[in-house]
């Protein structure tokens, strides 16, 4: 069997570190995989470019610029949103026409267009889904927040203010519907609460669908020596250090406000403890959010070496991730595998990941007072307990050999 994993980048954002996880751990219990890409990153042999050419760009800018003259030339919202207007046809290259299974991931801004999903549904070849967002069940959000229209027929997008172009969500919702409508199509949800929105939605109506998280190289996130791991990131040794990180700081579905607030919170109710709280900030733009924090914290650029960001998680103490909404986060994977615990709100896959009070702590959703609660259960628990219950739950649940078994699965039903 040869399968085809097909992402916009190779390395670049979660899906793209999701996809890159699946093929290692698809290799190594034997299927044929390769992954096809519009950005290439490495020089990976089983990591295929459809090439650069000039026009790849264009398509990119041209699929903003339709956005953005849509709603009333306005910039908001430009990224939560796509509308699939210009990509390429991969159906044409040999890698393509080789494998038996097409595997689809994060194909948006720029990389293929409805009119190339459409040719790749039609080619006569079995194809899985794999959401990392709503996107393939929506119109064009890939977070719906607390809409939800694409259970019917999205129409009126409150992300997009104007209807210059028309209503851009009612024709890119029709589209996927005319394009799935005569096609057998698998969706695979990360976590079982986006495998449970996506089959409320019209879309996948007479579709299989199944929930199966991302995998993780336990090998490769592990437990490692705190002191050494700090040492190497000339963080203190005598403090009890938080971590966050993201892609975008400012990005308001990643709660950072909600954090900042439990943070002051735990300064005024704890203020002996708040001495000894430290918060290291990992990702773009962690420079200039250090005047909203109220304890020290060690600004960190986004990290890409993943060796680098194992000594990270295993340097500090704790994990909080205040998302509003989210999938299956890789970094709870990741940092539970080196045996950190994590605290995040009741959201998306996060209750999945997270038993609560088992191995870290689950607060009510844009709760601040839960939220610092959390933090200072955590604090207070016994770490060297709490840290094993979470190295467990990733060994029995987001194990290479586990995931790529339940895919395999799927390719062959």
Same mark, same amino acid.
């Given at each position: 069997?040869?399968?085809?994993?097909?992402?916009?980048?190779?390395?670049?954002?979660? +899906? +793209?570190?999701?996809?890159?996880?699946? @093929?290692?751990?698809?290799?190594?219990?034997?299927?044929?995989?390769?992954?096809?890409?519009?950005?290439?990153?490495?020089?990976?042999?089983?990591?295929?470019?459809?090439?650069?050419?000039?026009?790849?760009?264009?398509?990119?800018?041209?699929?903003?610029?339709?956005?953005?003259?849509?709603?009333?030339?306005?910039?908001?919202?430009?990224?939560?949103?796509?509308?699939?207007?210009?990509?390429?046809?991969?159906?044409?290259?040999?890698?393509?026409?080789?494998?038996?299974?097409?595997?689809?991931?994060?194909?948006?801004?720029?990389?293929?267009?409805?009119?190339?999903?459409?040719?790749?549904?039609?080619?006569?070849?079995?194809?899985?889904?794999? @959401?990392?967002?709503?996107?393939?069940?929506?119109?064009?959000? $890939?977070?719906?927040?607390?809409?939800?229209?694409?259970?019917?027929?999205?129409?009126?997008?409150?992300?997009?203010?104007?209807?210059?172009?028309?209503?851009?969500?009612?024709?890119?919702?029709?589209?996927?519907?005319?394009?799935?409508?005569?096609?057998?199509?698998?969706?695979?949800? &990360?976590?079982?609460?986006?495998?449970?929105?996506?089959?409320?939605?019209?879309?996948?109506?007479?579709?299989?669908?199944?929930?199966?998280?991302?995998?993780?190289?336990?090998?490769?996130?592990?437990?490692?020596?705190?002191?050494?791991?700090?040492?190497?990131? $000339?963080?203190?040794?005598?403090?009890?250090?938080?971590?966050?990180?993201?892609?975008?700081?400012?990005?308001?579905?990643?709660?950072?406000?909600?954090?900042?607030?439990?943070?002051?919170?735990?300064?005024?109710?704890?203020?002996?403890?708040?001495?000894?709280?430290?918060?290291?900030?990992?990702?773009?733009?962690?420079?200039?959010?250090?005047?909203?924090?109220?304890?020290?914290?060690?600004?960190?650029?986004?990290?890409?070496?993943?060796?680098?960001?194992?000594?990270? %998680?295993?340097?500090?103490?704790?994990?909080?991730?205040?998302?509003?909404?989210?999938?299956?986060?890789?970094?709870?994977?990741?940092?539970?595998?080196?045996?950190?615990?994590?605290?995040?709100?009741?959201?998306?896959?996060?209750?999945?990941?997270?038993?609560?009070?088992?191995?870290? %702590?689950?607060?009510? &959703?844009?709760?601040?007072?839960?939220?610092? +609660?959390?933090?200072?259960?955590?604090?207070?628990?016994?770490?060297?307990?709490?840290?094993?219950? +979470?190295?467990?739950?990733? @060994?029995?649940?987001?194990?290479?050999?586990?995931?790529?078994?339940?895919?395999?699965?799927?390719?062959?039903?």
């Amino acid at each position: 069997m040869r399968v085809l994993i097909v992402n916009t980048s190779e390395r670049v954002g979660g +899906a +793209a570190i999701a996809a890159n996880r699946l @093929m290692e751990a698809l290799k190594k219990n034997g299927v044929k995989v390769k992954m096809l890409v519009r950005d290439k990153q490495t020089d990976h042999l089983t990591v295929l470019s459809i090439g650069h050419h000039w026009m790849q760009p264009l398509k990119f800018i041209w699929e903003r610029l339709c956005i953005f003259i849509a709603n009333n030339f306005s910039r908001k919202n430009l990224f939560q949103v796509d509308i699939a207007n210009a990509g390429t046809d991969i159906t044409k290259l040999s890698e393509f026409q080789r494998a038996d299974v097409i595997h689809l991931h994060w194909v948006n801004q720029g990389f293929l267009s409805l009119a190339d999903i459409d040719k790749v549904m039609h080619a006569g070849k079995p194809v899985v889904i794999t @959401m990392h967002d709503q996107w393939y069940f929506t119109g064009i959000c $890939h977070y719906s927040g607390n809409c939800q229209k694409y259970k019917e027929l999205c129409e009126s997008c409150e992300l997009m203010s104007g209807k210059l172009l028309g209503d851009l969500a009612k024709k890119v919702f029709l589209q996927k519907e005319k394009i799935y409508s005569d096609t057998r199509l698998t969706f695979v949800g &990360c976590s079982q609460w986006m495998a449970n929105l996506a089959k409320t939605s019209k879309l996948t109506i007479g579709h299989k669908v199944v929930s199966i998280p991302n995998a993780i190289n336990t090998e490769l996130f592990r437990p490692q020596d705190k002191r050494l791991a700090r040492e190497a990131f $000339h963080l203190p040794v005598d403090k009890y250090l938080l971590l966050f990180g993201c892609q975008r700081i400012t990005d308001k579905r990643k709660g950072f406000s909600f954090l900042v607030e439990a943070l002051q919170l735990i300064k005024q109710q704890s203020p002996d403890r708040a001495l000894n709280i430290e918060l290291v900030v990992v990702g773009g733009e962690a420079e200039h959010i250090r005047h909203q924090v109220p304890f020290d914290i060690f600004p960190i650029s986004y990290v890409r070496d993943p060796q680098k960001m194992v000594q990270l %998680y295993n340097a500090v103490d704790l994990y909080v991730t205040p998302s509003l909404q989210d999938n299956l986060p890789n970094t709870i994977m990741e940092a539970m595998a080196c045996g950190t615990p994590c605290v995040g709100f009741k959201v998306g896959g996060i209750p999945e990941m997270i038993d609560h009070k088992e191995n870290g %702590y689950v607060a009510t &959703c844009q709760d601040a007072k839960d939220f610092a +609660a959390g933090i200072q259960w955590a604090l207070d628990a016994d770490h060297g307990a709490l840290s094993q219950r +979470a190295r467990d739950k990733v @060994m029995s649940t987001y194990s290479e050999e586990a995931v790529a078994r339940k895919y395999m699965e799927v390719y062959e039903g």
